[in-house]
């Protein structure tokens, strides 16, 4: 068994705990609403939120958020019990997946750190993932790298005849969210290659060029 | 906030568990069969599965399991450690299960005494949650009652002329199960009439029957 496989196992299994706590959370939301509808509205994020939740009391939250009337209803105990279990198991499953991601990082630092140097440990997994292992990623042309995660929009470009997608797992790259949108697809296409090389190097256990490579891109950047 | 919108949220809340629990022990197992195969493929319960693996080591359920040549790699401790706390993780899930589920045990002893004793807690919870309230069940006439859940059974029958289900949720009531084949309609014609029954009277607060009616069917039960 190979470090990739390893790999793909805890990159899927992060997704995977972010669809169970996702789904966990808006149940949450949902059942707490009704006892405290205010607080629940006005903050967005699911992690926050239950932190929130875990913290403080009806009575605090509403004087913080300057609740005059309440549309929730008061609640026993006993009613309030299985709410704040299944926030505290929630928040458990966000401490699961952040160790997982650790996991992955500690993985992709060892085994293929040039791919981290380029894209980062997460965007990385995923990569080696939806290629289906190291050996395959690195015999992929750039352009595919940068279009891997994006086969939907691609066969329905090629179908279609809609817009050809410019990136599919690298569009979280930081490069690419901060590129203004014309540069978008420039940024992507200059990430993909310097990506190919990398995952060249990292299967064949070669040196460390990552930060050569990332020298490069920033470089190019400048003039973009 | 009554009584059995807070039951419909705890309901709702142990089938998405369910779900989550689900999807996490198969990629559990699919982690864990990189290292022990065999073992993963003679115990078919995931709650057992995660027990055994939590409490023996690979080479005990070797032994035990009788497996002479492990198709299974060998995993560093560092390998190890986040295959083990997604297994943690797992059982904590069911163990929130549970507890969900006995409050709803008690939550349907206090409030819907009557359709606990026929239909049982759990069935009786899901009854409540697909009509979309205790008043709302009390209001279906039994043959409703008998077919909730089985929807789109229902439609598909009416629209291509396929069979008409005989059940909906109750299918899983102990005495449906045990019955023979050709008699499960019946018995379940005869669980719903009863249950619509129980339904009104949990509605309208009255007295506990649940033990009578019980008894009724139990008497039918003998001449079916």
Not at 165 to 184: C, D, L, R, S
Request: aromatic content about 6%; some cysteine; proline content about 3%.
């Amino acid at each position: 068994v190979h470090d990739d496989t390893l790999l793909m196992q805890a990159i899927n299994n992060v997704d995977e705990i972010d669809k169970c706590a996702n789904l966990l959370a808006k149940r949450l939301r949902e059942w707490y609403e009704l006892y405290n509808p205010e607080a629940s509205k006005q903050i967005d994020d699911h992690e926050k939120f239950i932190d929130v939740l875990l913290n403080k009391s009806k009575e605090d939250l509403q004087k913080e958020l300057k609740v005059k009337f309440s549309m929730g209803a008061d609640f026993s105990k006993e009613n309030l019990k299985p709410i704040d279990e299944l926030a505290e198991k929630i928040k458990e499953i966000y401490g699961l997946r952040n160790r997982e991601k650790e996991y992955i990082e500690g993985m992709m630092k060892k085994s293929f750190p040039n791919i981290e140097a380029v894209a980062g440990a997460q965007i990385g997994a995923k990569l080696i993932a939806q290629a289906g292992g190291i050996s395959r990623l690195s015999e992929l042309p750039s352009s595919t790298v940068q279009l891997l995660g994006a086969e939907k929009a691609l066969f329905r470009h090629m179908k279609t005849g809609a817009k050809p997608p410019k990136y599919g797992i690298i569009i979280n790259h930081p490069w690419i969210t901060n590129a203004n949108k014309e540069n978008k697809g420039k940024v992507a296409r200059l990430i993909a290659n310097k990506l190919s090389i990398a995952a060249k190097v990292d299967n064949f256990s070669g040196e460390f060029i990552g930060d050569k490579l990332k020298k490069e891109i920033e470089e190019k950047l400048k003039r973009v």
